[in-house]
C-alpha cells in the first residue's frame, strides 16, 4: 500500500515528537491513500508556517504488518468516530492504546459542522447527517513507534 504524507518540507523519518494533539485523531503521524488530500495538505501546511515549499513524503507499507498490532478504523463518520474526534480536539484524557488509527478525515468543508458539534450547538445526530453528503477522504494516524517502523519512505512529490 502507498500512503501520502503533506508538508512543507521533506519527511524522510517521521518524528512523533512533532506531532499535534488536538488533530482529528490525536498526536501521530498523518498520512493518507489519496495523493491530492496529501498535495492540499502540503499546500496548507505550508502557508500556515510561511516557511518551504508544498512537499508530499511517499511511502509503502504492508498492512500484513499491523496484525499485531492494536488498530482502531472507523470505516464511515459515525457516532464512535465523532466520539474519537470530540476526544482528540478538546483536548481530553485519551486512555486508549492505539498503534495506528485509520478512518475519515474531517476536511476544510466539514471543519465548520465539526466546530459547531464541539460547541454544543448540534447534536451529535444533526452533526454526522451535515456531514454524510460530504466525500470524507481518509487518514492513516500512526501513533506509535512501533506502527511507525511499518512505513519505508520511497521518494518526494514537489509541488
Given at each position: 500500500?502507498?500512503?501520502?504524507?503533506?508538508?512543507?518540507?521533506?519527511?524522510?523519518?517521521?518524528?512523533?515528537?512533532?506531532?499535534?494533539?488536538?488533530?482529528?485523531?490525536?498526536?501521530?503521524?498523518?498520512?493518507?491513500?489519496?495523493?491530492?488530500?496529501?498535495?492540499?495538505?502540503?499546500?496548507?501546511?505550508?502557508?500556515?508556517?510561511?516557511?518551504?515549499?508544498?512537499?508530499?513524503?511517499?511511502?509503502?507499507?504492508?498492512?500484513?504488518?499491523?496484525?499485531?498490532?492494536?488498530?482502531?478504523?472507523?470505516?464511515?463518520?459515525?457516532?464512535?468516530?465523532?466520539?474519537?474526534?470530540?476526544?482528540?480536539?478538546?483536548?481530553?484524557?485519551?486512555?486508549?492504546?492505539?498503534?495506528?488509527?485509520?478512518?475519515?478525515?474531517?476536511?476544510?468543508?466539514?471543519?465548520?459542522?465539526?466546530?459547531?458539534?464541539?460547541?454544543?450547538?448540534?447534536?451529535?445526530?444533526?452533526?454526522?447527517?451535515?456531514?454524510?453528503?460530504?466525500?470524507?477522504?481518509?487518514?492513516?494516524?500512526?501513533?506509535?513507534?512501533?506502527?511507525i517502523a511499518t512505513l519505508s519512505f520511497k521518494n518526494v512529490i514537489k509541488g
Open positions: 500500500m502507498i500512503l501520502y504524507h503533506g508538508s512543507n518540507m521533506v519527511v524522510d523519518h517521521p518524528d512523533l515528537n512533532h506531532s499535534k494533539s488536538n488533530l482529528d485523531f490525536g498526536a501521530g503521524f498523518y498520512t493518507t491513500s489519496d495523493l491530492d488530500q496529501a498535495k492540499r495538505w502540503a499546500i496548507t501546511t505550508t502557508r500556515r508556517r510561511g516557511t518551504g515549499e508544498p512537499t508530499v513524503s511517499v511511502f509503502q507499507v504492508s498492512s500484513a504488518a499491523w496484525r499485531s498490532m492494536a488498530v482502531q478504523r472507523f470505516t464511515s463518520a459515525n457516532k464512535a468516530w465523532l466520539d474519537y474526534i470530540t476526544v482528540n480536539r478538546k483536548r481530553l484524557p485519551d486512555d486508549s492504546t492505539w498503534d495506528l488509527v485509520i478512518g475519515p478525515v474531517a476536511n476544510d468543508d466539514t471543519q465548520q459542522t465539526i466546530g459547531i458539534y464541539l460547541s454544543g450547538l448540534i447534536t451529535d445526530r444533526m452533526c454526522i447527517q451535515l456531514l454524510k453528503p460530504h466525500k470524507l477522504k481518509n487518514q492513516y494516524t500512526f501513533k506509535t513507534e512501533r506502527a
